[in-house]
């Protein structure tokens, strides 16, 4: 109930000398008012100073003026990964030019995942931007039920038909990263691969692989790490434990090849000189010892432009659910 003092609806109406439904339309952005009501209405609400009720205006245009990012990940994961926080500032900057809120759910597999979907289908937010997808969340699949607009940051490994989407090359990456290490006269490669259920991780192997191939060369040893730094300095260390002569690394994420250069250390052996080492995403690989060459996975950008597709579904469910698939490039540093 509003105080004695608080403006309302009425007030706004009385003043601008419109009916109340004009005046809740002119409020809440309905193009069905004229351009003079319009006027007259904003310069009421600026003379009574009044503030209109959230939960009566999502019950009148049935939108929450609020937007999901769902992230399928651990916490630990989502705070300490520099590709989480590039995505999650890049999404807040374009809601927050429509005055849109971003809403953070964090929905690990399971019971998580479950109240996720609960949130989604129960109206709280007006649309769903995912990250970092793995094949057991099915998330594209279910979204794609639901009358809810959405986009995927990365392709998703199931339903990618389905959905808009926006990714990087992740095949192409690989090849550029590894044929780098070939033209440095590398022969005896490994791959440090992210996790096999997630598309990222599938794509950039195929990609290792595949310059591999056209090289005429036999494929190189892969270990799977999840996209953390203590697991590519485990995948690092089994692969230097078997294959100790390995002269060129390849890894799937510039966390991963951050663990790999510290397990190469105190293996003793130099880098570049005995191992070159090729990272993916170039986030914060200018700070690694030595600076990491990196395949730039451009983590504002693809966050930038599907929180756009998003939008733009919002403002008309009919358009297209376009994926976008952006070209791959290298930076040359010291570590290849």
């Known amino acids: 109930m509003e105080s004695p003092g608080t403006p309302t609806l009425d007030q706004v109406a009385r003043l601008a000398g419109v009916s109340r439904a004009t005046a809740s339309r002119a409020i809440n952005g309905s193009s069905r008012v004229s351009d003079r009501a319009r006027v007259a209405v904003e310069e009421a609400v600026r003379s009574l100073g009044y503030v209109a009720n959230p939960a009566a205006r999502t019950l009148a245009t049935r939108r929450t003026d609020s937007v999901a990012v769902v992230v399928p ?3 630990d994961r989502v705070f300490s990964d520099p590709f989480f926080g590039r995505t999650l500032t890049a999404v807040n900057r374009v809601l927050a030019e429509r005055d849109l809120q971003l809403v953070l759910l964090l ?3 399971g ?4 109240r ?3 949130y989604l289908r129960g109206g709280h937010v007006d649309g769903a931007i995912v990250v970092s997808h793995h094949r057991s969340d099915h998330l594209a699949e279910h979204l794609a039920g639901l009358a809810l607009p959405c986009a995927f940051v990365g392709r998703p490994i199931l339903g990618a038909d389905r959905v808009p989407w926006v990714d990087t ?3 192409a990456g690989a090849r550029l990263a590894t044929a780098l290490l070939l033209e440095r006269g590398c022969r005896r490669t490994a791959h440090v691969a992210g996790p096999a259920d997630m598309a990222a991780g599938q794509d950039r192997l195929v990609g290792y692989l595949g310059a591999l191939s056209d090289a005429g060369l036999a494929a190189g040893p892969v270990e799977h790490g999840d996209f953390t730094e203590a697991s590519g300095e485990a995948a690092c260390a089994r692969l230097l434990a078997t294959y100790p002569d390995l002269d060129g690394l390849v890894v799937a994420s510039d966390l991963m090849a951050r663990g790999a250069l510290r397990a190469l250390a105190a293996a003793g052996r130099s880098v570049p000189g005995d191992v070159a080492v090729v ?3 170039d986030l914060g690989a200018d700070h690694c010892a030595p600076p990491l060459t990196t ?3 451009p983590a504002g950008e693809l966050a930038e432009r599907a929180t756009r597709l998003l939008l733009a579904r919002l403002d008309d469910p009919a358009t297209p659910r376009d994926q976008v698939l952006l070209a791959p490039t290298l930076v040359r540093r010291e570590s290849a």
């Open 73 to 75: 990940e651990p916490d």
């Open 107 to 109: 929905a690990r597999p």
């Open 111 to 114: 019971e998580e995942e479950d």
């Open 116 to 118: 996720t979907l609960r």
């Open 169 to 171: 090359d992740n095949v």
């Open 279 to 281: 990272g993916y995403d």
């Open 295 to 297: 395949v730039v996975n």
